[in-house]
């Protein structure tokens, strides 16, 4: 097995009506009074994850700062920066999806920061975050693994441009996980979160054989439960078990433990950012779109793992590596997402084009598992995807 760190510092708290244990853990970490809430587009209000916060938030001054859009913007984010400076606050709590995480990551860090936070994004001279206001995050949309993990995605739609962000100062101190947020999502966003978290899974799984044994079996175990409980969580979305299993099933999909020891990937999330970048398409659309056609050209490089994915996780016999990817792609459409571009958008004469040259102009030149994607297939697997 290979040496690897693991380091995750985030507490979780999962199950039903365990709101009412939020202020305690505020208290853990700062002895400060006044609290910024963050939040998306207003779903919190209209669901009751606004009324059943606030009232686990007793004894704390509440400010607010909504709107954090999907994608969230670089632009919205540093008027909540400067709300965080200027009304000296001690804690930020994010409630919401991916979006209102990230974007509440951004500000927290980017609050403590004396330069200019773009340039972090755009890696600009090794410019990092290191420090940041603590923040705490209450989950509503089970997708991302935001809520365990210190990554974050910001996007700047003027540039077309949509980057990563990291560090340790990016992990939440806690994060409530209450499945029966799912019972209120929308089909679409509940479709988005399951093919999120497989893809996750994949890019971490399906690279070449480790001797990880404990790893590939868990990574198994995620997909594994993904494909049981999607029709099930679709179909009703207050099905406490199969909502529980999945909002678990995607946090453990990106909280670390399935990076460590082994390989991954991630050309499909780097592909798919820029499809979000041009023409908006949901985050976990892009990847399903994206991640047929990369294992296709990658196939070589792929080929055992595809195997023994077909074998294990779809109980295929043989050399079953097309098969595997076939059946992945009829996943992704049996739950409602569309795998083509066209499908999303009209305007896809240059997307190839654009893709390839921005690998080029960052440098990318070999990504993936064995660092060998070029620019090139970049291309050629975004016009696979058209
Ligand atoms: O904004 P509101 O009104 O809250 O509505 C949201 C939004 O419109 C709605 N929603 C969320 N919870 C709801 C709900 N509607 C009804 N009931 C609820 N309980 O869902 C919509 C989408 O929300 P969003 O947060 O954008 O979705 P998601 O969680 O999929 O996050 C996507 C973002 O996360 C990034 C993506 O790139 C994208 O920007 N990612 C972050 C990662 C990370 N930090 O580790 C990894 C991922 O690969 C991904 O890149
Ligand atoms: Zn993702």
């Given at each position: 097995m290979e040496n690897f760190d693991y380091y995750n510092p985030t507490k979780v708290i999962f199950g039903k009506e365990t709101y009412n244990k939020l202020s305690e853990e505020i208290s853990k970490y700062t002895n400060g009074r006044k609290i910024l809430l963050t939040y998306g587009g207003g779903s919190i209000k209209k669901n009751g994850v606004y009324e059943?916060?606030?009232?686990?938030?007793?004894?704390?001054?509440?400010?607010?700062?909504?709107?954090?859009?999907?994608?969230?913007?670089?632009d919205t984010l540093m008027k909540a920066v400067s709300q965080v400076k200027s009304e000296n606050v001690d804690f930020v709590l994010a409630v919401g999806g991916g979006s209102v995480i990230d974007g509440t990551k951004f500000?927290?860090?980017?609050?403590?920061?004396?330069?200019?936070p773009w340039d972090v994004l755009i890696k600009k001279d090794n410019a990092s975050f290191t420090d940041a206001v603590p923040f705490g995050t209450v989950l509503t949309l089970p997708a991302t693994g935001s809520e365990m993990n210190s990554g974050a995605v910001i996007s700047r739609s003027d540039l077309k441009e949509k980057r990563t962000m990291g560090?340790?100062?990016?992990?939440?101190?806690?994060?409530?996980?209450?499945?029966?947020?799912?019972?209120?999502?929308?089909?679409?966003?509940?479709?988005?979160?399951?093919?999120?978290?497989?893809?996750?899974?994949?890019?971490?799984?399906?690279?070449?054989?480790?001797?990880?044994?404990?790893?590939?079996?868990?990574?198994?175990?995620i997909l594994s439960t993904l494909i049981e409980i999607a029709p099930k969580v679709l179909e009703d979305p207050s099905d406490y078990k199969a909502a529980s299993n999945l909002m678990w099933c995607a946090t453990m999909a990106l909280n670390g433990t399935l990076r460590a020891g082994v390989a991954y990937d991630w050309s499909t999330h780097m592909i798919g950012h820029e499809l979000t970048a041009l023409h908006g398409i949901d985050h976990a659309r892009t990847l399903a779109i994206i991640a047929p056609n990369l294992f296709k050209v990658k196939f070589e490089n792929?080929?055992?793992?595809?195997i023994q994915y077909g074998q294990r996780v779809f109980g295929l016999d043989g050399s079953c590596g097309e098969?595997?990817?076939?059946?992945?792609?009829t996943f992704f459409e049996s739950i409602g997402i569309e795998t083509s571009i066209s499908q999303y958008t009209s305007e896809t004469d240059n997307t190839a084009n654009i893709i390839k040259k921005r690998f080029e102009e960052r440098g990318w030149d070999g990504i993936g598992e064995r660092g060998d994607l070029t620019p090139d297939q970049a291309k050629e697997i975004v016009e696979m995807s058209i």
């Open positions: 059943r916060v606030l009232q686990g938030l007793d004894g704390y001054e509440i400010i607010e700062f909504g709107g954090i859009e999907p994608n969230p913007e670089y500000i927290v860090s980017a609050a403590k920061y004396e330069g200019d560090g340790p100062q990016g992990f939440p101190k806690f994060s409530f996980l209450d499945p029966t947020v799912v019972s209120t999502l929308p089909k679409r966003q509940i479709a988005n979160g399951i093919t999120d978290a497989y893809m996750h899974t994949l890019e971490q799984y399906l690279t070449y054989p480790t001797d990880n044994l404990l790893q590939e079996r868990i990574a198994e175990g792929k080929k055992d793992k595809l098969e595997a990817i076939l059946r992945t792609k």
